[in-house]
Structures are given as C-alpha cells and as structure tokens.
C-alpha cells in the first residue's frame, strides 16, 4: 500500500536515520565546508545534517566551564562542548572517551584516544601525544574500546604550573612516566612506574598520582599522602586543594567518605567530613569541583539514604551551604529539568558525577543523563541538555548520550516516529523528529531500553516493542556477573501509535 507522504516531507526530506547517540535528519543538496588540518577528522562537518532526539541519557562526567564555554564528557565515546552558557552544543569525537580535562594557555587538554590540544573556540584539536605517526590501533573488549598498538597509550596526564605537560602511558608491556617541558615538542622518559595510576594531578611543582591500590601518592618521593581505596579525586587550583577518599574497599559508585582539604600543596591533609555532615547529615561524597581563581571555594556533591544533590564552602571547607538537595518524595524546587526527573524520578539521575565552576557565578553538574547549568552562583539550575518544545514534548539541544537501535515510522501517518534507544527507553514524534515525548505506560521495572518497535501494517496506532530493564545485550559483559534468568523484559503493546502502552 503506498501512502502519499505529507508536505514537510515532499520539501526534501532524504534521511532520518538512527546513528549512536541520537538521529541525524538530512535535507536535499548538503554543503559540505573544508576540514581544517588540524581538526579531528571524525567530527561532523556536513551543513546538511542536523541532529534530532530528546538529548541526554548517557553519564556525564568532567565538566569544565571557562566564560562563556563549558566542556563535558560522556561514558558512550564523545564529549560535547558549548559556546553560550549551555544552551547549544557541539559534538566533539577525540577517538576515545575523553577521562580527563584542563584548561590551556588558548583552549583546552583532553585525554581521548591520545592527549589532544584545542583553539580558542574548541572546533580544532592537534594531537600533542603519542607524537608522530600512529599506524596501528586496536580495539579491545566489550565496548571495541581503541589502543594504539605501536605507540605508548596515554592513561592520564597534567599540566604543570609553568606549562609543562606529564603523561603517564602505557608503553612495551610497561606504565612509564613522560614529560615535555615548555616550548618543547619532544616527549622524555622519566621513568617506569610499578603501577598504573588512573590519574595525575599538578599541585604546585609536585605531581601526584592516583593509585587504585593504595590511594593519593607524591610522585617525587612515591610516598602515599593520603590512602584510598575506593573513590578517590584529587583537585587543586594553585590556591585551593581538596581530596575525597574513601578508606574502605567499597563500592566505588557510592561516592567517598571523607572530604579533605590540603594547606601545604598536597604534602598533608585535614579532613573537612564534619563540617560536611553538619550541613546535610551522613553523607558520601561523589565529587568535587573547584573555580579557577577562587581560593577557598569548593563544590561537592553528596548521596545520602533519603536525598542527594550539592553543597558549596566559602570558606574552605569549615562551613558548607547547600544549593541542591532532591528526591523522588521531595524534588528540588530550584532544578528546571526538561524530561528526565518527570519521566524517571530524580534518583535516575542521581548525585552529581562531576561538578565545575567559572571564575564568573557558572556552575555546572553532570550525571546519569543530564548537564545542569547554573548562571547565579548555584542559586537556580537549569537541565541544558534538551528543551521544552510544548507542555509534552522536548528537543536535543545537542547532546545525545545514549544508544539509538533505530527509527520506527507509522505507515498511516509518516510524520509519526518511535526511537527505540538505550537507557532511556522509547519515544515518540508527532512532527517527524522535531520534537519527542516519553513513551509512558512501560512497566517501570522494563523502561531503561527499548530495543525494537514494529508498527501493525493493518491497523492503524497498532505497535509491538521488545523492552527490557538490562541494556547492551547481546554484549556479554551483560551476563558474565549476573545470570540472564534474572533479567526482566518482554513486550508491550500500543493502540495510539507509541504514546501509550500496555
């Protein structure tokens, strides 16, 4: 049976496709611009395409805010980056997922398949290590995760005071310390390292490394400074350094519990962890985050059994305020959240996974879905990574952090679409992408992924999908730990074309 297709359609429409992350719609004679020389060469660059989606879902980690820019990274592969205080964002691919982030002299340091280098405005990056040619890549593991295989792989690395750069990466079966001094282009070998640090942090002259084993340890003399077993982050910003350790072997999701503060650049610590609980009760911290050029400043963000959210110190840790405190009995009244708290509940989201402060009165927060914004030093925050497009429905604002399994067009009505996705479930489009709203009615205990959707050629509104509560099948990570006997999942049925279900 042929239908006629409707008129935004015949206007030239060519493509909605479904693509990692969300959907691409391409309309007829894309103008592709020249790729800068140094740009990644895996960033769209075609003016022919535009994303769709209802944006978020992924975790968000490391988020950075300098003036009117704010860097933040995903655990699906990409980071995103932003020129107007959150409102738009632009997709940034450095080969792998980007695991840490600073500011440079001009633009920013990331850490993706290799330590990269961006311009002012973030749009080209130079790959600053491994230097030379990379002729080999692997892909390792469940998730086809990139490792050069003739070059040292970075793990992390830091900046120095004075413009400096560490690495430590892995190299011939080994984990080796590298450094480049200023106006350098060559790389130096300083020395073999008996483990493998999953960060490095610039204190001053000193470097530190965080080892999983053993906790915060002074690289010049490789004595621990502070021990750690569990969630461990170190900050500073030349004026203020604080660490989050967590003394038990637990689990490394639940957050830190201890909250310290360093007054001699890293050499020793004093805990902060009572001021904390006097403001918010018993508490695990998740993460931390520091201004710039604010001394005494601190941002952290905290889970407790009943509520999570952040606290700000002025003061340096003795006194703690709090900005946000949510749940799913008792939400934040100065969080505007587009879809994913009304959708799931606050605790979907949960506490923040990474926090960062401008000099300026930004904030910003990451978590399992969602970058939060604040313009009035914390005071209000506002979800950036989609918008309301009506009371119902919601539109990307450019981050799309999860899996797309694919796009499901009515036969009856082509301007109705489902994208069937991970971790976010389904959702359903009336305008033929342009806008999106929560397919509702999926059991709670099945709506994290919905893998396929097939509309009833007969009937009109008909739509079987196959939803579960686990994600990523077939991957077998998914059931190395965990029998599938106790997954749960089936199928749902509509009559309204996606908008419901049963």
Sequence with gaps: MAYPAPKYFRRGLLALVAAGGGLLLMKRRPRLSETPPVAPRFEAKSQGWRL????????????????????????????????????????????????QRESAPVGLLALGLGLWESNASLSEWQLLFPSGDRTRIGLHDDHADPEFINAPHPIAFAQGPRGSLSVIAKSDEEVKLFTREIGSDDWVTERVLRYQPTALVSVGEILFAIDPARGIVNLGDDQVTLRSRGTTQLISNGSSTFAITNEAEDDPLAGATELWRSLDGGRTFVRCTSALKAAIGSARVVSIGLPPNRSGYLLASFKTDARFGIVASEDGGTSFSVLVADSDGDRAHNVRDPWIANHFEPSWADAPLGLAASDERVRVATDYGRVLVSHDD??????????????????????????????????????????????????????????????????????????????????????????????DLPRPKMWRRQSPLSFLGGIVLSEDGGKTWL
């Design 378 to 471: 914390g005071r209000s925050w506002l979800g950036t990574y989609a918008t309301r497009t009506s009371d119902h429905t919601v539109s990307t604002t450019g981050i799309n952090t999860t899996t797309a399994y694919g796009v499901h067009t009515d036969p009856f009505d082509l301007r109705r679409v489902i994208l069937s996705s991970a971790d976010i479930g389904g959702f359903v489009s009336e305008d033929a992408g342009a806008s999106w709203e929560p397919c509702e009615g999926v059991p709670r205990p099945w709506r994290n992924t919905m893998y396929w959707a097939e509309f009833d050629p007969q009937v009109r509104g008909r739509v079987l999908a196959a939803v579960s509560n686990t994600h």
């Design 52 to 99: 769709l989606g209802p944006g978020g879902g992924g975790a968000l980690f490391s988020p950075i805010a300098r003036k009117d820019y704010i860097f933040v990274t995903c655990d699906m592969g990409p980071a995103f980056a932003s020129q107007d205080g959150g409102l738009t964002w632009r997709f940034v691919d450095l080969d792998a997922p980007v695991t």
